[in-house]
């Protein structure tokens, strides 16, 4: 079991964490650098976060009287007010 | 010492924990789902302050916002000329976002449309490897956008379409779509929308002049603080990030939802101390009878104990591993079933790979809290069951 858990210990830390072996995150570590942050979308528990700082101010978001967008986030409700909708995507398809 | 001695009560134990499989796997197989639940928290967490603490040597020095009425605003470029009139500032560059708040199938989602500055960004050296398909955004390129897996994923876009954003008040964004990110770096980019920052001034109304932030490099990384309280002083409604205080914000983060984890953890681990109690405080009329004929044999007290916690030792050894291993691999599989509540948020993030870490001083202390409690706890039984009166129990 010991055996095990170096073995899993040692692929972990050249897959995913140690800077030097791992591509996994160098490649991270490239989206951070370019982007100028480390963006986490699920920071402050909350998937509106985009910014890192804006703590409080992300969970109130940007509507007065509005709080989270998104209906899953257990740190408030979503109050369904009208301008969850004011924006639309629309993917045109490229032509074959 | 009397090292015969010892390995035969070692071996006494482990055939005790043969013998009395049900009562051992009582006590193991929740000791294992509780060092299981503990770990996977732990090496997730990890994951996180550790990239955080990567990507500290990849930020900005400083990021400058604007603050309109104590809520973050935009920022005026002429912000960005005085900066770099500091000295020791190499460059400054602006960055204009926003959030695109979406109905996806009758979920409420939120994304971000990102826009870079094309001609400053540092782009990190290994952004090439980051792109799935397609290609990254190059300087000069105008309505073309780069996106995150979730997004490409939500609204089924490949390389080649074009997506197009409109709003209620007629404002339209047509960019078409020249690259995806892969999933190792969804972490960080999985609802992004990258275009360039012209692209997104002109889609959420920003004037020439404004921003959403400004990056700020220095010439060394010692010199972040003194540059931070220079631009502090330079203006009352700006708001002065250094990228210590990012990376602290990052580990702030995670630490609450750990403490979450902890706490319950914490519950989970008294339960099983209790049951572990419960179990060696109860001496069947079978063991009295057998520690009765070990002591008419000639063992002593001492033995008893020292027998009856081996046997803890290596329930708790056993426990500990396997939770710790099996913790591992559940957090190495992306938390399956709760990483919605891991991440803090399910709904539109299905597949979400996240960095776990594991390091030595975790280990440490796993096995630490793992084994200590529990022979702490079997220390009183095992004194119970070491002053059993031989002659009463053999005669019943």
């Known amino acids: ?96 | 010492m009397n090292l015969p001695k010892h390995i035969n009560i070692c071996l006494m134990a482990t055939q005790n924990l043969r013998r009395y499989k049900a009562k051992s796997l009582a006590i193991i197989v929740p000791l294992i789902l509780v060092m299981a639940t503990i770990s996977f928290m732990m090496f997730s967490r990890g994951g996180f302050m550790k990239d955080a603490e990567i990507a500290r040597g990849f930020l900005p020095d400083v990021t400058v916002q604007g603050i309109y009425a104590g809520r973050v605003g935009k920022i005026s470029l002429h912000m960005k000329a005085k900066i770099e009139d500091i000295p020791r500032v190499k460059q400054v560059i602006p960055r204009v976002w926003g959030y695109l708040p979406l109905k996806i199938g009758g979920t409420d989602a939120a994304f971000t449309l990102m826009g870079l500055d094309l001609n400053g960004t540092r782009y990190g050296e290994k952004l090439p490897w980051t792109v799935e398909t397609g290609s990254f955004l190059v300087p000069g390129d105008r309505n073309k956008t780069v996106l995150g897996t979730g997004v490409a994923v939500s609204f089924d876009a490949y390389v080649g379409d074009r997506l197009r954003i409109e709003d209620t008040l007629g404002n339209k964004g047509e960019f078409e779509v020249i690259g995806i990110l892969n999933d190792t770096v969804q972490v960080y980019s999985t609802d992004l929308i990258i275009v360039s920052i012209e692209d997104a001034r002109s889609f959420f109304g920003y004037c020439e002049d404004e921003a959403s932030d400004l990056l700020v490099y220095t010439d060394a990384p010692e010199n972040a603080d003194m540059v931070a309280w220079d631009i502090t002083c330079m203006a009352d409604n700006i708001r002065v990030l250094t990228s210590r205080a990012l990376t602290d914000l990052v580990k702030e983060a995670f630490g609450r939802r750990g403490g979450t984890f902890q706490a319950m953890w914490l519950m989970l681990l008294v339960a099983v101390l209790l049951l572990v109690w419960a179990q060696s405080a109860h001496i069947g009329v079978d063991v009295s009878k057998e520690i009765g004929v070990l002591k008419a044999l000639g063992w002593e007290t001492g033995d008893i104990i020292e027998m009856k916690m081996i046997e803890s030792l290596i329930m708790g050894l056993t426990g500990t591993s396997a939770g710790v291993l099996s913790g591992f691999v559940y957090a190495l599989m992306g938390t399956p079933g709760i990483s919605g509540y891991c991440l803090g948020c399910a709904s539109i993030y299905p597949k979400f790979p996240v960095p776990v870490h594991c390091d030595s001083q975790s280990l440490i202390l796993l096995f630490i809290i793992g084994i200590m409690p529990l022979m702490v706890v079997s220390a009183v039984p095992a004194w119970l069951a070491g002053i059993i009166d031989p002659d009463d129990t053999i005669r019943g």
């Open chain 1, 1 to 96: 079991m010991i055996i095990s858990l170096i073995g899993l210990y040692l692929y972990n830390d050249r897959i995913a964490t140690n800077y030097e072996l791992s591509k996994d995150t160098q490649m991270r570590m490239a989206v951070v650098k370019t982007l100028g942050g480390p963006a986490i979308p699920i920071i402050a528990q909350c998937c509106t976060s985009r910014n890192l700082a804006e703590g409080i101010y992300a969970r109130r978001s940007d509507i007065p009287g509005g709080f989270c967008f998104h209906s899953d986030c257990d740190v408030v409700v979503t109050p369904g007010v009208i301008s969850e909708k004011v924006y639309r995507v629309t993917v045109i398809k490229k032509k074959t």
